[in-house]
């Protein structure tokens, strides 16, 4: 059958199990959104305010559900202000299609209205990119893009159409695609499995660092059966947390700059450092010369890459992580085969360690951000619920005071660090998780930057629970002014004159505001019994510092603990 470009875009995104895309209107995409009025009923489109809401909101979708997100945009700036989400997302390799419009093929490379290259802008941050300029080649360019997006180490991909490419007519074929197929290990990987194991027989301090490809391989069962069998303490990176339960025994926190006393140490006493699915990020090492100086290294990674990228490896292996956790525990021996003595002392002094460092519960008294992340967790526990951060203070202390026990649960921007990335995130989650309590945390210096997309919200009628901790600061970047530049609070003072809860209310979202600890619990389970878009603004004090924290250019034992 004869169809334009709009209607083959729309019937490849149907083939792909499409069902939600966000996105904004505009000159450039206008024959898109003709195509997805007409399929209105089988594809969901969520205008956001912002295009790079709608990136973050595509991104969201795919952290939550495991499904490719798909963003649209328009030409020039819109195509521009997806740019920020789509690098959040290469940083944390999250699955993504970024569509965007542009001029009329005869218009480009002439500098037109509303006419960029994001091509060129956006192939330093994509796993792919392209521009269809051939009506025969939409069809087949949109389906590489999904696969892409998908195979391998996940990652966006952006395609831009013309104009002038979306009204023109050819042939279009319906095409099933199949389920990629997991790659099966060669030869290679499970020769060098087969010395990790005899490594991981032969220690009596091992250690696990494991990040977000647990969670993009589906790889949790495997791990946490890994770490049974082997009998060792196992970190996450933030990427990681809820790839494998945060209320087990072996489990020590986080690992890094931020990360807990237990990791960091066990990290640095170890003889055998096992990384799966993680990079080893700046943040996590720190000095790297000072980095596990006790252990033979070794990394279980989907993409070469990243092997000694920034740690040399003693040892690796390469393939998909549930592949590779799978067949290594099925090699190792039940708890090692070195000494059990002092094997089981290992573990003892691990336990010693989270005990004696493990975190305090805030003092009572006047509310304070630790008191608001306490209660958050205590809201949800027992509930299905994912747990959303935008970037700062609150995202460290939402990794540390709240246990998530399943994958997909909690979402943040790790790599990139995005401030404004948690509502829109959590309104894509919401949307990918019907029935799911979704709470985004955020500072108010983060909402500031995202608190149009309330409107988004409620018009979409997107149960998001909202919570703002309002320490009138921009927390993290003042605590770093206070700890190295001489308490000099350089423009981090948020002399804020708007009310956040009459201006929750001008969006006509519920809005609740809490100053003691006594309002907090009622006050939150209130926000989630509501069942629509509420802003709970939380006023804390400006002077709490997360802790622990290794200091730049330290290494990850020389943590100070507050």
């Known amino acids: 059958m004869y169809l334009n470009g709009s209607e083959i875009l729309v019937e490849c995104l149907k083939e792909q199990g499409v069902d939600v895309i966000f996105g904004y209107p505009g000159g450039a995409v206008l024959n898109i959104y003709d195509a997805l009025y007409n399929h209105r009923h089988e594809i969901r489109h969520i205008r956001t305010a912002h295009e790079q809401a709608a990136a973050h909101a595509a991104d969201g979708y795919a952290r939550a559900t495991g499904r490719i997100g798909v963003c649209l945009a328009t030409s020039g700036p819109g195509a521009t202000n997806l740019v920020t989400g789509i690098a959040t997302a290469y940083m944390d390799s999250i699955p993504l299609v970024a569509i965007t419009g542009n001029v009329s093929m005869p218009l480009l490379g002439k500098d037109s209205f509303q006419e960029v290259d994001i091509a060129g802008i956006t192939m330093p941050i994509t796993k792919h990119n392209a521009i269809v300029k051939d009506i025969n080649d939409l069809a087949q360019v949109l389906r590489r893009a999904f696969a892409i997006a998908g195979e391998g180490r996940p990652g966006p991909v952006l395609i831009d159409i013309p104009k002038d490419i979306t009204a023109q007519e050819a042939e279009y074929f319906p095409w099933k695609p199949e389920p990629a197929a997991r790659k099966k290990l060669g030869a290679k990987s499970l020769q060098s499995l087969e010395k990790i194991a005899k490594l991981i027989d032969s220690s009596v301090r091992p250690f696990i660092y494991a990040g977000g490809g647990v969670i993009a391989s589906g790889a949790h069962e495997e791990l946490a059966n890994f770490v049974e069998k082997v009998k060792a303490p196992i970190a996450l990176s933030s990427m990681g947390l809820g790839g494998y339960p945060g209320d087990s025994p072996y489990f020590t926190g986080m690992l890094g700059m931020h990360g807990t006393a237990a990791s960091n140490y066990a990290a640095t006493e170890c003889d055998l450092f096992i990384a799966a699915g993680v990079r080893f990020s700046d943040r996590a090492v720190s000095d790297a010369r000072r980095f596990a100086p006790n252990a033979k290294i070794v990394q279980l990674d989907i993409d070469p890459a990243e092997i000694n990228k920034n740690i040399p490896v003693a040892n690796h292996a390469?393939?998909?992580?549930?592949?590779?956790?799978?067949?290594?525990?099925?090699?190792?021996?039940?708890?090692?085969?070195?000494?059990?003595?002092?094997?089981?002392?290992?573990?003892?002094?691990?336990?010693?360690?989270?005990?004696?460092?493990?975190?305090?519960?805030?003092?009572?008294?006047?509310?304070?951000?630790?008191?608001?992340?306490?209660?958050?967790?205590?809201?949800?526990?027992?509930?299905?619920?994912?747990?959303?951060?935008?970037?700062?203070?609150?995202?460290?202390?939402?990794?540390?005071?709240?246990?998530?026990?399943?994958?997909?649960?909690?979402?943040?921007?790790?790599?990139?660090?995005?401030m404004g990335y948690g509502l829109g995130a959590a309104i894509g989650a919401s949307i990918g998780c019907p029935g799911k309590v979704v709470v985004n945390i955020a500072g108010?210096?983060?909402?500031?930057?995202?608190?149009?997309?309330?409107?988004t919200a409620v018009e979409q009628n997107v149960p998001v629970v909202e919570v703002v901790i309002s320490n009138h600061t921009l927390g993290m970047v003042k605590q770093w002014q206070e700890m190295f530049y001489g308490k000099r609070y350089s423009h981090t003072s948020l002399d804020r004159t708007a009310d956040f809860v009459k201006l929750a209310q001008a969006f006509n979202a519920e809005a609740i505001s809490v100053k003691s600890t006594e309002e907090l619990g009622p006050a939150l389970e209130r926000a989630i019994g509501l069942k629509r878009p509420v802003v709970v603004n939380c006023e804390v004090g400006e002077d709490d510092n997360v802790f622990p924290m290794v200091p730049p250019g330290a290494g990850i034992d020389q943590l100070q603990l507050g």
């Open 444 to 455: 108010d210096g983060c909402f500031r930057m995202n608190l149009i997309e309330l409107a």
């Open 318 to 418: 390469i393939g998909d992580l549930k592949e590779l956790l799978g067949t290594l525990t099925d090699m190792v021996s039940p708890g090692g085969m070195a000494s059990p003595d002092k094997k089981k002392e290992w573990l003892e002094h691990i336990s010693e360690m989270k005990a004696d460092y493990a975190a305090k519960p805030a003092p009572p008294g006047i509310l304070r951000p630790q008191h608001v992340i306490e209660g958050i967790g205590n809201a949800i526990k027992g509930k299905d619920a994912i747990v959303v951060t935008e970037v700062g203070q609150h995202q460290m202390w939402a990794c540390h005071l709240i246990q998530y026990l399943k994958p997909r649960t909690f979402l943040s921007s790790g790599g990139l660090g995005t």
